[in-house]
């Protein structure tokens, strides 16, 4: 312990002993003007200079922080966004790609707008603070006072000598969209198709063509292909990013060309403000069980396959300790029965096989019962519903203690049914085949969940289908062996393999399980999941608890012992965990619960422009204080209902896995871990900043202190993009 936090203060020091003695990354601001005229627009810009192999970041950085700045104005001065230059591609000394940004010498321009009254004679001092993130091996947040000193004359300003050109030139060059190229796009639910023809005839070639996207709808580290259309054209294959925004109707950004799109190298970015259109723009048509989740496919979108393995699951029945051992007897009795006429034991062994397949079609039209009950009230049965698949995957985690022997299905259903076995004559072997799939062989029931769980995702038809083949499957081998009796000869005898193939077959159940948890993860929020995960461990916990005091032997005691437990713990583990529907789980006594955005610098300033009362929370999934945090507050009804009131905007900075952009956030507030909360109030500068332990009491004081209607606001400050401290 003592040895890493050596370690950690040792890195500290080296990394602020770096910065302050030297700085990869050099701001400045320049003017490309040299005087300021009355009411006159006068373009600045940040200029960087990096050092070799060192970058900053571009509007969307992909990883990384755009580079913000957070004008002081003098009284009647405006600012307008950073104008961005076109992107590329930057990467770290190991050739990666690090993010999309710039290199070398770089202007961001800024328009700004002076007062019409300003009075000549005088000098003009422009301040800004800026921030932004430069990178190599190592990400550093980097910041810098910016000022600039220019004199104000009546007259039209001259260019500034040493920058004017070089502003020009990058003013000159910004992306946007020429007459000469048209462009369209069409999407599906993983792509995106960017196609871009020339408005007449061609008479410039662009090369390395790049694709950035200005909202992150494309995947930024993701390949790109670019294939020529044939007419001087290009298509360029883009994959959607599973992190980006959904249900976009447009696909906005910049299209790079290394050579330009115009003749002589010019114009190296193109605009791009396309909204889908055509066939392949499918987004928002299929039902999806939540933003950023793709379900597979139905089942019955498979369905020869799925026949196949239902037809091989109840073949695999046959095997099971419970089935296999009476195999053979009972083909055995067939030819006892039939008096070894060939005839008569094939009509057995049919016999048999109707009473399998009617057990089944049974079963299949009770649950197409079921699910036509569910369709009228609004419950769908399908793998995009939370519920259905959480019960799901309870019943195939149960299943599959039952096959790894925590505990057994009832065993006095199994004696019943040897009984009922031991009739003779037709009716014996119809019997035979209901008692096979109902009673007599109960150890079936972890292979037929998985059943369950398609007959209930499929079309009642493609329901029926699979339940025949599981029946199929499972009468096979008794049909067979009635057609050939002296095959019983070599089948293997029963012992103890039996048990440990029962045993392993648990496997493809519990990798079953781990399938619909992940599922599950796309369709609940970070609470919802940990409740998921948290109830199967209880409800194990449940079963356990059954199997070990209701063991064969077992006092009557003991036995209701653990049916209780199974019952109290597993209710409980039901309740951590189900899914809570969007009107189950949005209020509580009419108070509507906090919904969280992503928190980013741009979603602070947006919010900030609107006076919103904005709170930030930085947590991590790591950090139990966070967790504890989260759950005390905002499960009281009080602070959600003065959230609602009082419609204050919630942000969520999510620092489970490293992000620079929260980093460098922290790092401006002399922090360096979490829990962090912040809250904005209209019109203040700077936030009030909570405690790291938190109650409602904490939360609501801060909040009282924050008047409703917006604070006058500050003069000469003009907040541009991601402002200090968003």
Known sequence: MLLAVAM??????????????????????????????????LTVAIRFVHDPHWHTYWLNPGVGMPTSIDWELPPGWTAGPIQWPAPMLVRDPHGAIA???YEGETFLPITLTPPADLQPGGTVDLKAGARWLMCETVCIPGSASLALSLPVKATAPAPEPEWSEKIRATIAGLPRAVPEWK?????????ITLKVTPNGQAVHAPEALHFFSEDQLVAHDSPQK???????????TLEVSPDGPQDVQRLLGVLTSDNGWLPGGKLRGLTIDASFSGPESTIGTTPTASAGSELPPPPGARLPATLLLAFLGGLILNLMPCVFPVLG???????????????RIIAHGLVFTLGVLLSFWSLAAVLAILRAS????????????PAFVYALAVGLLIFGLNLSGVFEFGLRATSVGSGLQSKSGYGGSFFTGVLATVVATPCSAPFLAPALGAALAVSTVQSFAIFTAIALGLSTPYLLLSIFPQLVKLLPRPGAWMETFKQFMAFPLYATVAYLVWVLAAQTGDEGFRGVLFSLVLIGMAIWMYGRWTAPGASLARARFGLASLLVVGAFGL???????????GTADGIAQVTWEPWSPEAVAKLRAENRIIYVDFTARWCATCQTNKKLVFSSDEVRRVFAERNIATLRGDWTTQDPRITAELAAYNRSAVPFNVIWAPGQDAP???????????????????????????????????????
């Open 8 to 41: 950690a203060l040792a890195g500290a020091n080296d990394a602020a002993a770096a910065r302050a003695t030297s700085t990869p990354v050099k701001a400045s601001l320049v003017s490309a003007d040299a005087s300021i005229q009355p009411g006159k627009p």
């Open 226 to 236: 670019v294939v020529p259309d044939g007419n001087g054209g290009y298509v360029v």
């Open 329 to 343: 007897i009972k083909i055995l009795g067939f030819v006892s029965q039939a008096g070894h006429q060939r005839g």
């Open 575 to 585: 309740w951590v965990g189900w899914p809570r529907t969007a009107a189950a789980a």
């Open 374 to 385: 569910g369709d009228q009230l609004g419950w769908g049965f399908q793998l995009q519903s």
């Open 183 to 191: 462009v369209s796009a069409t999407r599906d639910a993983k792509t």
């Open 688 to 726: 009030v900043i909570l405690p790291e332990l938190l109650t409602p009491g904490i939360v609501l004081d801060a909040l009282e202190t924050i008047p409703t209607a917006p604070a006058a606001a500050a003069p000469a400050r003009v907040a541009d993009g991601a402002a200090r401290g968003s």
């Open 99 to 101: 993010g999309n940004g």
